[in-house]
């Protein structure tokens, strides 16, 4: 018996040992087919085993399962909804010996869960499971062990991923009741979760609590409520939910969110839900940021897509809450990426109104803002937003938002009006301070406007700010550097009181604005008004970039009778010393309306043809470099160089020249310019210039003025009463008598004296000649002069005359009735070059020396000429050519020795003249020679232009009686002249003057001398203050008194300037002048020719005798 106890228990230990033994000994993985299988059942999806299948029976009943693998719902995107290193089920012994399971621990380590919406089939966990687990199976434990969950939206592309899963979760029965705990990352942020559920009954409410806590923080959130059961299933919901917390930036930063700091304050929201298979709907809704509070109801319905409707309102809200310290903008998402969460309402349809009776922005109430938007799906159409703003205004828009490449746009309208517009503008902190306080009282705008994230467009715009209207578009591109694109145009903008001075603000404080945008403008105004005054087709069109203004187009079309184009580039325009790279070109039509427009009649003629100012402009403002040209009044005007317009005071410093065909002309039209002769018609000059707003100065002048080259230094002060001139000139040519000839008028009719007005001037020119008609020249010469107050002083004029010294000195006072005065003094003249310059040969040699003093008044020339008084002085040493001796000898008859006293040899010349009503006299001119003497005692009556004058030779042993004597009588320039003689010698006979008619020649039956070849004279120039005759003789002295002007017997006409051919130019006879009348008979000389020649001393060639004679007694017989 005891053996087989022992039999017994041994075979119980070997039936023991078998079953909890055996399963080691059993290769379990060759089942994973049906294992898989079984599950695959269970779940509805397709299940692999990776890995190895392992049952252990000990300590308690497991099942191992290593890489379980479930497959995706049809139509997914993942391979696999579930995919796990190892499914671990552990049983309990007992409830598994009494016939139920009960599982101690369900551990499933490394789960990755991909959770899949959007798709086809709806959401891929629909329809996992069969549902025929038993009802009694009792999970003790359920562990997560770093799971991840993905959950992906088919439709959208979004991916949401909770990392590092790890909670544990406990079910009585598969009824429940169930409860939960566990942590998990979102978007970085840990979260705790607790949850518990009720026990699931056929019928009923079962009660739930779920909440959520950041890890690290205060924020949490609470869902309490009960799940109603129908017929063995969830058919509704109630809810409670409440979340607060500390800072909502705060905790959108945890999730990764980049909340602004705007949102840094508490937060609340609170609601009662009632969920149904259908919808989700919301009273008592309360939404709360810091002291905002919004409230209202919400509607969100289940279905493809969802839809919400919601009701929101609040009495009072604060914007400047949200705008920190107060000096804070207000934060608005212009960032494509704070407009992300617009791609979720893409499922979602519906309705959302939100009404604020009073909206606090920067410290006042925007009244009644409503906002009325629509979810369409396809994006959200904003059915009105609208608000009443301080300053009696009202804005309001509508339009689409709508997402174009995951980039929401809305396009819409919108539109502003504003009957206060100052009081709106200082709300917004835009009130301009220079603008007038009566402008800016009225705004009414409207436009189309398309907005994304960071750019703003407003197109079809229209509207009126006062009374100027507008149109155009505007677009804004919202980032750190913001850049604008404005096209506008105004048919009318009236500017008066809208811009005020410049130094309302400091400089720095206004330039830099142009530092802080970008830009491109296309601005116009077909009319703008300034200070009373209308400009015309102004466009303004360009770009600035990062300070540099880039003007591809600037226009003034209608500038008072001008146009105004400008293009080129202004650089450093956010500095206080912008540096413009500008071409300009101003160009006048109408000249005398532009004159009246920018205040330059003075400068401006009446009657001036178009004009054009030209050129460019370069640097900055207070040292700009100038190339300009002026195209105007038939003339050129350039200047180049730095101008300095900020400099105390301005000024200009470069080169000027000037161009003209005509200044004569020119000068006669400008207003109040003194006249200038015919002479200086033609001007070429340049200099460097030094000029400021009322003195100019040239430096360095070269060119031509009239025939002359001129060089030296001028200046321009108009700085006084009346302008001021300073001249220091240098001219190798000085054509002194065409200059005088300007001083009358057309034909010499009388003596203009208006030059000599309207300006002061201290002139001083240096001649290398200058030319006094008739050959005569003054050499080395120097001008002195003086015009002040309608007086001409001629201080000095001083040169070289024919181996001898000129000095001329005085006065020119303009009026009603002129009056001159002069003085003279000529000594060591050589009067043979000065007669051989007269085209009289050299009859006579030796030095002279004048002095005289003069005065007249009288504006018509034969007033001049009456008005002539004043006296004068002749002293010298003569010396009579022997041949010409013999030649009047021989012609008046008498001794042989009649002139031989003077003949070779020098005479003391010596007299005085007096000069009386334009009549001069003489009495004791005489010329002394050894034993002899000749007397000159007579009168020239220049009025009458009439000579009655005796000359008488004497010899010492002659008794005092005359040994010849000459009778001048008649025109001064063509005198009758008789010669008496005394007795001849013996062997002579006498010689009697001819009859005018006779052709008789001196010394009867004697041989008539041969004439010597000589070619015309060159052409001369006429003296000063006088004119060359009409005909070729005879011709006045080179220094003379001026001649009456009328008709008998004829004389050079005051005024005329001969030309090169030796016709007049300007100043000839009007035509209803009286025609010259024939000089008086003369009696018939021989036709001789003098030659002009270089000083020689007397010959005795009877040629030059009577080439001597012919000059002498036939041209100058005076």
Known sequence: MKTLLYGLAGLAVLLVAAVLLGPRFIDWTAYKETVAARLADATGRDVAIAGRVDVNVLPSPTLTLNGLRIANAPGGRAEHILRAGALRLELAWAPLLQGSIRLNAVELVEPRVTLETGGPEGPNWRRLGRGDLPSDLSVAALDVVDGRVVHRDLASGDRRVLKNVNARFAARTLRGPFRGDGRFTARGAPVTLEGRLGRLAADGTVPYRLKLGLAEGDARATVTGGLRRGAGRVT???????????????????????????????????????????????????????????????????????????????????????????DDTLPIPWTRGAWRWLAGLSAVEGRVTLDVAGL??????????????????????VAEASALLPGSGEASARGRVALNEGTPVFDGHAEVAASSLRRTLRWLDLEPEAVAADRLRRLDLAADIRAAPGRVTLTEMAGAIDTTELEGGIAIALRDRPGFGIGLRVPTLRLGGYLGPLTARPLDEVMAVFGRFDANLDLRADSLVYRGRKFGEVRLKGALNRGTLTIETGRIGRLAGGALNLDGTVDKLAGT?????????????????????????????PGAGAMTLGGTITGPPRRLTVDLTLDALNGLASARGLLQPAATPPSFQGTLKLVHDDLTALARRMP????????????????????????????????????????????????????AFDADLRTP???????????????????????????????????????????????????????????????????????????????????????????????????????????????????????????TQGRAPDALVRGLTGRGSLTGQLTLAPGAAAAIRNRAGGPAALLDAFAGREAALSGTVELDGGVLATNDTTLSGPGARASLTGTADLPAWAADATVEVTHAGAGGEPVLTARLSGALDAPSVALEAAAPEPQEPAVTVPEPEADILPEAGAADPEPPATSAPEPVEPAIGEVAPQRPVPQEPAIGPVAPDRPTPDRPAIGAVPDADGATGEGQPAPNEPAPRPAPEKPALPDLKATPAPEQPATNDAGEADSIIEGVIEEYGE
């Open 236 to 326: 509704s919901a109630t809810v409670s939910v409440s979340a607060r917390g500390a800072t909502l930036a705060g905790m959108l930063d945890r999730f990764g969110l980049g909340a602004d700091p705007a949102l840094a304050r508490d937060f609340v929201a609170e609601a009662e839900l009632d969920v149904d298979g259908e919808r989700v709907r919301a009273d008592s809704l309360t939404l709360a940021l810091g002291e905002a509070e919004l409230s209202g109801d919400a509607t969100l319905r289940f279905g493809d897509p969802f839809g919400l409707d919601a009701s929101l309102s609040a009495q009072r809200l604060s914007l400047d809450r949200f705008r920190g310290n107060g």
């Open 360 to 381: 606090t922005y920067r410290g006042q109430l925007m009244r009644q803002t409503e906002l009325d938007v629509a979810l369409t799906g396809a994006g959200v159409r």
């Open 577 to 605: 010393q912008p540096e413009a790279d500008l071409n300009l070109n101003l160009s006048i039509d109408d000249p005398a309306r532009f004159a009246a427009f920018a205040g330059l009649d003075a400068v401006i003629p």
């Open 672 to 723: 109040g310019a003194p006249g200038l002769p015919p002479v200086l018609s033609r001007v070429d000059l340049s200099g460097e210039a030094t000029a400021t707003p009322g003195e100019v100065t040239l430096h360095k002048l070269a060119g031509t003025l009239g025939p002359m080259d001129v060089s030296g230094t001028l200046s321009a002060d108009w700085q006084g009463q009346q302008p």
């Open 733 to 855: 040519r000085l054509p002194l008598g065409k200059l005088v000839a300007g001083a009358w008028t057309a034909g010499g009719g009388e003596l203009t004296t208006r030059w000599l007005t309207g300006y002061g001037a201290d002139v001083d020119v240096t001649a290398t000649s200058v030319p006094l008609g008739r050959g005569i020249t003054v050499t080395d010469a120097r001008l002195s002069g003086r015009v002040d107050d309608g007086r001409l002083a001629l201080s000095r004029f001083a040169g070289g005359l024919a181996g001898g010294r000129l000095t001329l000195s005085g006065e020119l006072r303009g009026g009603t009735t002129p009056s001159l005065t002069a003085q003279g003094h000529a000594r060591d003249v050589r009067i043979g070059p000065v007669l051989s310059g007269l085209g009289a040969g050299k009859p006579v040699t030796g030095p002279v020396e004048l002095r005289a003093n003069l005065r």
